[in-house]
């Protein structure tokens, strides 16, 4: 057959129907990790999905933020999990799933020719213990999830080397941050996203290297800019005037005293000053937004120090990979999600310090697997079952000429076999459904119920005093309902004192609302063609052409701009 390049397909999804594009370097690429079995390679087909369709897929299968009390099925202890009580899923604590007080081989079992690879893999999944949480050598910081190397930590999620930090994700090696999201080596934050090295500043969103700023988008090296946008070492500037230390001193007090309505008049603020098309730092033919340090890196979101990737978000030093979500150090990657310094590695979830591996799921320090579950420093095994090298290459090349048959080859899991609800993962907050159109898709919901803390009283979230003043401690012992969600949520010690030392008021809004309107602030993973607001050339951006806000080609920005 030939083909001529780029190949227009169309979303196998009936709910979708997109047309997407597979170029010659796309083709090139599923060539290159294409697998040899037994002497034999078995080609990697081109995606039968949409982008879009195919991230959800995968964000169907990471449980971030929804942490449930049950027990240890080994110890019986009351946990925490990801796995809420409900689901037939085995869950294990952290420290028993990694004691040799059970064996992932005595669940191996034959596969069966007579029923589809997924079907039987699911099975597995549900028969194998898996960890309560994805957390490792954090201290005091049990509220967390896919977490490393935290101190003092509470509602962490996605997070690394922080300390007396909350409500965040996406946070790395910062301190004393709350309510964050997409931060790096900040220190005293509040409110603040996608930015890095900032200290004691609230209410940023793509800054770097700030202090003592609030209400800002777009600083680098700024110290005390309160209400600005598109600066670069400024200081003492108020809506981009600057003033002399004093008047600024004194015009800020009276800003501060209506925080509130100032936060509102920013959103407009910030619509008024021009966007660049990309957020891009030392970028070399790259598409997508949020790039940093990267080459050849194709729609690809929230990424850094990337090489000849594409269909990549929120993955960090990564060469050759394509269709991978929160993956990093791993080279030769296609359709992974949660996975950490692998080679080689085809349709997997939360695999460590592999390689080659395929169809396999929480997988460690391992080689050489098809189709397993929860193996540590394994090699040769089907099914969580143990074959000699022979064996395994000669059953493996059998299985996939049986799932080329059954259309699963090339294919990431179903998102019916997940072992979390739709909603209760990633893929509600990039690809939101209702109900009933998870339901129809024969996926699965969760109806979210609160249980009421153990209280005192409970405190409407509209009707507390602006004035942390004028909250009295007693404030934790009690509830607080969420003006917008009416969900109770209850303040820790640490947080009101983050509070108090800052002069900000008592959250309204539960911590899911919050962390859903930061998401917001975001670009959606996706790019359209408009033109550039200043000079018409055409652009790629992930702003859609119907939004307000000013958008520039490059050549315009740096002029305007810089
Ligand atoms: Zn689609
Ligand atoms: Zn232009």
């Given at each position: 057959m030939v083909h001529t390049f780029p190949m227009q397909q169309i979303c196998a999804n009936a709910w979708c129907k997109q047309s997407f594009e597979s170029t010659d370097e796309d083709l090139a690429f599923y060539r290159k990790i294409s697998p040899t079995f037994a002497g034999e390679t078995f080609a990697i087909p081109?995606?039968?999905?949409c982008f879009s369709c195919r991230q959800a897929r995968r964000l169907?299968?990471?449980?971030?933020r929804h942490l449930y009390h049950r027990s240890c099925d080994l110890t019986r202890k009351d946990i925490l999990s990801i796995?809420?009580?409900?689901?037939p899923t085995k869950v294990y604590e952290h420290s028993a799933w990694w004691?040799?007080?059970?064996?992932?081989?005595?669940?191996g079992r034959d596969f069966d020719f007579s029923r589809p690879f997924f079907e039987q893999f699911f099975e597995l999944q549900t028969a194998v213990p898996r960890i309560n949480v994805n957390n490792m050598d954090c201290e005091n910081s049990d509220f967390c999830n896919f977490s490393v190397q935290n101190r003092n930590c509470y509602l962490l999620f996605g997070a690394l080397e922080n300390q007396d930090s909350f409500y965040s994700n996406r946070i790395l090696y910062c301190k004393d941050c709350c309510d964050c999201s997409g931060i790096e080596k900040c220190e005293l934050c509040y409110e603040c996203n996608d930015s890095q090295r900032c200290y004691q500043c609230r209410d940023l969103q793509n800054c770097s290297h700030c202090t003592d700023c609030q209400l800002g988008y777009n600083l680098h090296s700024c110290k005390n800019c309160f209400g600005c946008v598109n600066l670069q070492n400024a200081s003492f500037c108020i809506e981009n005037v600057a003033y002399s230390e004093q008047e600024y001193k004194e015009l800020l007090e009276k800003k501060l005293s209506s925080y509130e309505q100032e936060r509102k008049n920013f959103q407009q603020r910030k619509l008024s000053a021009p966007r660049k098309y990309m957020d891009a730092i030392?970028?070399?033919?790259c598409t997508g937004n949020a790039i940093i340090n990267s080459k050849n890196a194709l729609d690809c979101y929230e990424v850094m120090d990337l090489e000849d990737c594409r269909y990549l978000a929120n993955a960090t030093f990564m060469r050759d990979a394509y269709d991978t979500t929160h993956d990093d150090h791993s080279e030769l990657v296609y359709e992974a999600i949660g996975s950490e310094t692998n080679f080689m590695h085809l349709f997997c979830d939360i695999c460590w310090y592999d390689r080659e591996l395929l169809y396999c799921s929480m997988c460690f320090n391992s080689q050489n697997l098809f189709g397993c579950c929860g193996m540590r420093k394994s090699k040769y095994c089907i099914l969580n079952k143990q074959y000699s090298k022979e064996e395994y290459e000669k059953l493996v090349a059998k299985i996939i000429k049986y799932m080329q048959e059954t259309g699963?080859?090339?294919?990431?899991?179903?998102?019916?076999?997940?072992?979390?609800?739709?909603?209760?993962?990633?893929a509600q907050e990039h690809s939101p459904l209702s109900k009933d159109a998870v339901e129809e898709r024969g996926w699965n919901w969760k109806d979210e119920e609160d249980?009421?803390?153990?209280?005192e009283k409970v405190i409407e979230g509209?009707?507390?005093?602006?004035?942390?003043?004028?909250?009295?401690?007693?404030?934790?012992n009690w509830a607080i309902r969420c003006e917008v969600t009416q969900r109770p949520f209850r303040i820790m010690k640490q947080e009101l004192a983050f509070y108090r030392k800052f002069h900000i008021p008592v959250p309204h809004l539960h911590p899911d609302e919050r962390h859903r309107r930061r998401m917001v602030l975001r670009n959606p993973r996706k790019l359209w063609d408009r033109q550039c607001g200043k000079c018409s050339k055409e652009i790629r951006t992930s702003?859609?052409?119907?939004?307000p806000e000013i958008v520039y080609c490059e050549d315009c920005y740096l002029k305007e701009v810089y």
């Open positions: 081109p995606p039968t999905q169907a299968y990471r449980n971030e796995y809420s009580p409900d689901k004691s040799d007080k059970w064996d992932p081989l005595s669940y030392n970028t070399e033919h699963e080859w090339g294919e990431f899991f179903p998102v019916c076999f997940s072992p979390f609800a739709y909603n209760e993962t990633l249980d009421m803390p153990d209280v509209s009707r507390l005093p602006a004035d942390i003043a004028a909250i009295p401690d007693d404030i934790l702003y859609a052409p119907e939004r």
